[in-house]
Each structure stands twice: as C-alpha cells, then as structure tokens.
C-alpha cells in the first residue's frame, strides 16, 4: 500500500522541480523585455550618467512621444505589415493550390516536379541572392513593395506541408462532393481548404514570422529609408547610436515595433502552440 | 423515383491487373440487390463503376434504358452511402444534407423541406445543428443516409456502410435499412462481404468471386442451391461441410461413398452426373446427432460452440475429417464424446471438380 504514497509524493516533487524550471526559465525570457521596457521609460541623460537609473523613479513617457513625433519606426512597422502580410497571404495561396495539385491531381512529370519543389529545401538564400539581386535590379524591382515580398513566395516548405495535408484528407470527400455535383474548384474551396485550416495556420504563423524577423533581402532590396522593414530601419538606428536621443529612445522604439508581432501572438496564441508542437501537422 | 439498371459486358483493369471480366446484370427497379463477396473480388469496384467514380473499360451502364457510364457522377442521379460515411466535418448536418441540393442551384425553401422531411424520416431533427465530430458512428450513419435521400435519387449505392458499427448497432441499422427500402420503394445496392446483411436485405443477392458473377439469386436460392462450391462455402455460418466422394450411380438416385465406407444416399439423379469423382456438400443443420451406429456414420466430438437456440458440433471421423453438425440448444453433448451423424440425402449436394453445383430436384 506504500507504494503509491511514495510514487505520488514523488511526482510532487518532480512537478515542483519542474515549476522552479519553468518560473527560472520564464523570467530569462520576460527579464529582457521588462528591461527594454524599463529603459524606454527613463530620461536619456538620465542612463547616459547612470545605466541603473532604471531601477530608480522617476519614469517618463518623453521617449514614446519623441518616438510618435520624429522616428521612422511607424513607417517601419508598415512596410513589414505590408511585406510579411502580402507574403503570409501569398504563400497560402499559392502553397494551397500547389498542394491540392500535386495531392489530388495526376499530371506528367507531377513527382519531378514536386522533387524539384523539395529542393528549394536545400537552396540556402545565400546561394542565389547575387543572381536574385542581379535579376531584380535589372527588373527594376528594388525598393518595391513586390520586390521584397516575391522571394519569399517560392516557398518550398508551405508546398511540402500542404501537399502532405492534403494528401491525408479522405478522397472519400472528394468523391462525395464529386457525387453531390461540386465542380473541381467548389469541391477545393468548400469541402477540402476548409479542412485545412489547422495546416494553413502553421503555415501562416511560420511564414508571417519568418517575413518579419527576415533582415537580409531587405537589406540588400531596400536601400531606400521609407522602404526599410523595421528589422532594417531598427538595424539602421542602432548604428548609427551616436546621431540617435539615446538609448532610451531606440527602447521606446522597440516596444512599438514589438507591439504587432505580440497582438499576433495574443490572437493566435493557440495555433501557435500548435505549430510549434507538430501537432497541427498529424 | 426508382430506376432500372442495365450493366452489359463490362471489364474493368487497373493496370495490368484485371479486375471484371466481361460482367453482364440487370437490376429491376424498386429491387434491394446486395453485392456478396470476398475482399478484392471487384464489387466495390463495380458499385464505383456505376456511381461513376471508376471509369468503364468497355462495356456499358445503363439507367431507366439510358446509357450514363460516359456521365459525371453528379449527373447519374444516383446518391451514395461511404463505408466510411464521408461526412463533410466541418459543416453541420443541415449544410452537409444541403451541399448536394445547392449544387444544383436548388431554392432555399425547397432544400429545407427536403432536409426536415429527410430528418424526420430518420428520426434526427435534433441532431441537425451538430457537426459529424459532435454525432456517435450510428448517427454519423443516418447523417449520410440522409444526406442521400434528400436528393431523391434514382438509386442507392451503399459501400459496406454498416462495417464501420458494433454488432448491435449494425443489426439494428440493418433494419432499418429494411424499413427504409420498404418505405421510399427505390432500387438500391448494397455492398458487403457479410452474409448476415445479404441474407437479411437482399431481393436477390449477386455473389462475386474472383473478377466474375458466381450466381444471382433470392436469399434462399443462394442457400438452398447454391451454384458452386464457392457460393456453398462461402454463404452460411458455419460453412457447409465438403467430403471427397465417389458415386455409385446404379440407382435412380446417386449414393456418395466416402473413405471410410460410409455412404449417403442423395437424391440426385444419377442421370444428371457424368463423372464418379464429386464434393459432397451437405450444411450443418441438415447433419443429425444421434445415438452411435445409429446414423450414416460416428465420430468423436473435437469441440463445441452454444449458439442459445441451437449447439454447433464439430465431429472427428474415424478417417480425420472434421464434420459440423447441429443439436438442440441444450445439447447433452461433450468434448470427446462418441456420436453419430445422421445425413440428410435430399438436402445434400454435389460439386464437381470444376466446382459446378447439382442439388435434388425442386419439390
């Protein structure tokens, strides 16, 4: 009769263990973010003189207005809504059709084709960004909104993820629907896209992620200030610290540009967890 | 709405692999036919052919006298029920029984009508607003039921829908589909490889083997004369009992000899046979247990199944083929007790080794 009594007291302890992880692991990640939130507060001269004057009173909203009325950092947050958003749509799109097609329909050279697919896989960006720079020059697409989101469309992943989704989905439905005299597109659009909902939204979160945490074509794309994405416009800043107020401006800069990527995590925190756990996936 | 349907000569290949070899049937309208066999035998195979789902090789199908092989599916006017039900998931009830009708550009008010009527039929207004994730496998069950009479079709197509139910659950829908097929008087076809279900349902049953049509014929025709060894064997629980036989044909009616000496008088006429070396078939219920060296032959009881309202007996004989016979529900009978077996002649049959039938004459 011992045993269990020893066996639950020693699951407590072993969840305790694992609470002191978790509460330990929880303030390394919150501690930068109070921290940037504690220097966007304070004077800049202030933490020129004193670094630790942000543990002190008093606080101030002057970074967040000298931010709202002189920075750049609005203009930022919008090319990279525009450029992460355009792109995250234009994957799904084109990842979705794609991958109806190489799941659903029978075509010559289909499994070439889609072997050719899965080696953009194994092309890193490094290896073609010369010839894509040379290219988009010569199309004159650099500092272009298009310029900076057709890249990212070859997305190699999101056809691979969606062909597999897809391809795990009864035909029973298709011929169902096929039964129920749904045209080809009605039987994708109303009976099998909606089915893969949980996929798009892996696919979505990475993508749109990926776009906005993207620094090197945009880099090399946009060399114009009012086509920067912030992690160029951020970049930018930061190097040039001495022509910036301070470090308590560039902080109150980086809560703005952090605040959209947080209400993307607030409204898709659940498919978030999903993704990141493969579960969407099976 | 019912149908005739007319299937002429048709072949179907996946590849290289054959899978209906020049197969030739006419359904009656209003029939319930069941399609019985084994897997691979090719009656999912031809059930899709005629939904439209497989292509036809060569051939042709036929509905109400117009050919529809060359049709999309949607346009045969038939409607299907997926072993699997196939139930759009993320839609409710009301919108996967109303996909097929907007499809057709059908209005709102007719659609409505068409669905209450269907629900109410199979007793399922309340289940309307759930979707198929939120319904039991019985429910998800009338859902796509349901989902095909609201089209009214010309026939039902049914691909092994109960296969998917717990035993009470599928003797219970089972009757229903009886009920229903009584009710709305359509032709359908069913598919299965349990005999229960196409004893039970069936007008006539088409029992497939092998790429062919063994036979087709009522419940009972299958049963009681079944046209080769195949059907004999594979329609009835337990399966009939075969002994290798010679005949004596010197009689009007043919006498089987087994190994051992035993023999059993049939009543075959010994006209009708041309060779001296048969199967001889009889079924468990029309082998007696009697007291031994009372019957045709004994033997010693290998093991027992109590079955409520009869006792199945497996009997060892003396050269060590194993015969099921049948007892009353509260048999005396036990393991390793000596019986005997009293055959009976005029229910026994005869299968060559071609595995061609012959049976005594039709009272």
């Known amino acids: 009769m011992s045993a269990p009594a020893i066996s639950i007291k020693g699951r407590a302890f072993g969840d305790r263990v694992l609470l002191a992880l978790v509460i330990l692991l929880s303030i390394a990640m919150i501690a930068p973010v109070l921290w940037v939130i504690g220097l966007s507060l304070k004077d800049n001269a202030e933490l020129m003189a004193d670094p630790n004057s942000v543990f002190r009173l008093p606080y101030t909203l002057r970074n967040y207005f000298n931010t709202i009325g002189t920075s750049s950092v609005f203009l930022w947050v919008l090319n990279s809504i525009i450029v992460s958003g355009g792109l995250t749509l234009g994957t799904l799109v084109l990842s979705s059709l794609a991958g109806y097609g190489f799941a659903r329909l029978n075509f010559p050279g289909k499994n070439i084709l889609f072997v050719i697919v899965l080696f953009g896989l194994a092309v890193p960006e490094q290896a073609v960004l010369v010839a894509r720079h040379q290219i988009f020059s010569i199309l004159k697409f650099h500092n272009t909104y298009h310029g900076l989101i057709l890249p990212g469309l070859s997305a190699s992943f999101g056809v691979f993820l969606m062909t597999q989704y897809f391809k795990a989905i009864p035909k029973e439905l298709d011929e169902a629907a096929m039964l129920d005299n749904a045209s080809r597109f009605r039987t994708f659009w109303k009976v099998l896209l909606p089915l893969t909902v949980p996929a798009q939204a892996t696919l979505g979160i990475f993508t749109f992620l990926g776009a906005w945490n993207d620094y090197l074509w945009p880099l090399i794309s946009a060399t114009r200030k009012d086509m920067y994405t912030l992690t160029v416009g951020m970049a930018s800043t930061q190097t040039n610290f001495a022509q910036s107020e301070g470090i308590g401006f560039l902080m109150a800069q980086a809560v703005f540009a952090g605040a959209p990527i947080l209400i993307v995590y607030l409204f898709f925190q659940k498919y978030i967890v999903t993704a990141v756990s493969g579960a969407a996936v099976r | ?363």
Request: hydrophobic letters at 40%.
């Open chain 2, 1 to 363: 709405m019912t149908a005739d349907i007319e299937i002429r000569n048709v072949n179907k290949h996946f590849g290289a692999m054959s899978v209906l070899e020049d197969l030739s049937l006419s359904i009656k309208a209003r029939e319930f036919i069941v399609f019985l066999g084994p897997s691979g035998c090719g009656k999912s195979t031809l059930l899709r052919m005629i939904a439209g789902l497989e292509t036809v090789d060569s051939g042709e199908i036929a509905i109400n006298r117009e050919r529809i092989d060359h049709l999309p599916p949607g346009k045969r006017g038939i409607a299907m029920v997926f072993q699997s039900y196939a139930l759009y998931p993320h839609m409710t009830v009301r919108d996967n029984m109303a996909f097929g009708l907007e499809n057709i550009g059908m209005s709102r008010e007719v659609i409505d009508a068409r669905i209450n009527e269907a629900a109410r039929i199979l007793e399922m207004p309340h289940l309307l607003e759930r979707k198929p994730g939120q319904l039991s496998g019985g429910q998800r069950q009338r859902v796509a039921i349901g989902r095909a009479i609201v089209k009214e079709p010309k026939a039902f197509l049914f691909d092994e829908p109960l296969s998917n139910l717990d035993a009470a659950l599928r003797t219970r829908t089972r009757l229903e589909l009886a009920q229903l097929h009584q009710r709305l008087q359509s032709t359908m076809i069913f598919v299965t490889h349990d005999q229960v279900e196409a004893m039970t349902l069936a007008d006539r049953i088409v029992v497939m083997n092998n790429r062919r049509i063994e036979q087709i014929g009522s419940p009972m025709e299958i049963y009681e004369r079944p046209a080769t060894k195949f059907v004999a064997g594979f329609v009835g629980a337990p399966a009939m009992n075969f002994i290798d036989a010679t005949l004596d044909r010197s009689s009007g009616n043919a006498t089987a000899r087994f190994s051992d000496g035993i023999s059993v008088r049939t009543a075959i006429s010994s006209d009708l046979l041309a060779d001296d070396k048969y199967s001889f078939g009889i079924r468990s219920e029309d082998v007696r247990i009697v007291p031994p060296g009372q019957g045709n032959a004994d033997g010693v009881v290998d093991v027992l199944e109590r079955l409520g309202e009869r006792t199945l007996i497996y009997i060892r004989l003396g050269d060590g083929q194993q015969i099921v016979g049948s007892d009353v529900g509260n048999s005396r009978v036990a393991v390793g007790h000596k019986v005997g077996l009293a055959f009976d002649g005029q229910k026994s049959h005869l299968f060559s080794a071609a595995g061609r039938a012959w049976h005594a004459r039709e009272a």
